[in-house]
């Protein structure tokens, strides 16, 4: 099982807003940058998001990344249909001191 | 803009030692302003952190892995690498090489990936 928390699968219409949560802990997600990843299907995973909510050059502001306490948050508007990917949220876990990651969320644009 | 590339065996025995190498080009290994990384996805499942290394030579491994694990870099070479010993099919996965900048912590630049199969 994953020390971070992810829904298993989300799904919305074209157009939409999706949210996709990661829980933690003060161990890893209070304390430490959040970084969100799509793995679009048969390839790497791409950075996101990374230090809780910075988008690296070339990510569409579509794409959003908040944190609060031990949970954070991924959003997506605008929903495409090439946005279908598994997402996966990582962070620094201080207590293992070992980078973790969620089990990953498979986004389904209906 | 840097690219990573990994290679290495696609099968190996069970009780054998994995062994990759990750390949840098258009960007240098001997920055010291980055972590270099192994992350491996098991088929149809998450991403797993294996390990990290700095160019000083620092090294961070995944505690369930430690005793099986070394990762080491090759600066005249722009490469790291990865050694697993004692391998199982539980080792079987698409190993990425990847990217870590020190301070802002998330990885920013993968491999494509190399599937490894643990099979006799």
Do not use: M
Not at chain 1, 39 to 66: H, M, V, W, Y
Not at chain 2, 8 to 16: A, D, M, T, Y
Not at chain 2, 62 to 73: D, Y
């Amino acid at each position: 099982q994953s020390v971070l928390t992810q829904p298993p699968s989300v799904s919305a219409a074209p157009g939409q807003k999706v949210t996709i949560s990661c829980s933690g802990s003060s161990s890893n997600i209070e304390n430490n940058y959040v970084s969100w990843y799509q793995q679009l299907p048969g390839t790497a995973p791409k950075l996101l998001i990374s230090e809780n909510n910075k988008r690296p050059s070339g990510i569409p502001d579509r794409f959003s990344g908040s944190k609060s306490g031990t949970s954070a948050t991924l959003g997506i508007t605008g929903l495409q249909t090439g946005d279908e990917a598994d997402y996966y949220c990582g962070t620094w876990d201080s207590s293992l001191s070992a980078w973790v990651f969620g089990g990953g969320t498979k986004l389904t644009v209906l | 803009q840097l690219q990573l590339q990994e290679s290495g065996p696609g099968l190996v025995k069970p009780s054998e030692s994995l062994s990759l190498t990750c390949t840098a080009s258009g960007g240098s290994i001997s920055s010291s302003s980055y972590y270099w990384a192994w992350i491996r996805q098991p088929p149809g499942q998450g991403l797993e952190w294996v390990a990290s290394i700095h160019q000083s030579g620092a090294t961070y491994y995944k505690p369930s892995l430690k005793s099986r694990v070394t990762i080491s870099v090759d600066t005249s070479k722009n490469q790291f690498s990865l050694k697993l010993s004692s391998v199982t099919a539980a080792d079987t996965a698409v190993y990425y090489c990847a990217r870590l900048p020190r301070v802002v912590g998330s990885f920013d630049n993968w491999g494509r990936g190399t599937l490894v199969t643990v099979s006799s």
